[in-house]
């Protein structure tokens, strides 16, 4: 196969990065219309996550949070998003990149995206390639079977569905 010079797997996750950007920045304007709530999960030790020491604890990797009722001072840039938040009555502002973002999900439509982390622009601009965070995650002992198993969930190559020569 050839190699993609122009990169269409990190343009099409900007574009729907593009996706959670604009929704969220409606939503800040006007408000959660209708039965839409969004469920977003993000790396919490991604760069440019801000959150107390206590939930970094509790969500050492992953965190999930949820945009429905009980949420306060949106605020949307170009880079990501702030949100106040209450866990277990205590409030909390958290500030979570778009790059830091894993998945978004609005059940009252069935709409979801996943994102690859890998995919997401640096700081500089630059981005990770795939070997490059591969070579990251094996270095922390996170390689996708592992992480799989953990969570439950199966891993399966697209490569196993392409026809061989």
Known sequence: MAEDHMRYDILAQEALRGVVRKVLAEVSRTG????????ISFATRA??????EKLL?????EMTIVLQNQYWDLKVTETGFEVGLSFD????T????????KGFFDPSVQFGLQFDPAT????????????DAKAE???????????AEQTGEKVVSLDAFRKKP
Do not use: M, N
């Not at 604890?57 to 990797?61: E, L």
């Not at 009555?89 to 909390?92: F, K, L, R, V």
């Not at 958290?94 to 973002?101: D, Y």
């Open 32 to 39: 959660l219309p209708g039965e839409h709530h969004f469920f």
């Open 47 to 52: 760069p440019g996550v801000r959150l107390s």
């Open 57 to 61: 604890t509790q969500y050492d990797k």
């Open 89 to 92: 009555g205590i409030p909390e």
């Open 94 to 101: 958290l500030v979570i990149p778009f790059a830091a973002i």
């Open 120 to 131: 997401a622009p640096r700081e500089d601009g630059s981005v990770e390639d795939e070997a």
């Open 137 to 147: 995650r094996a270095e922390r002992g996170e390689g996708e079977a592992e992480g």
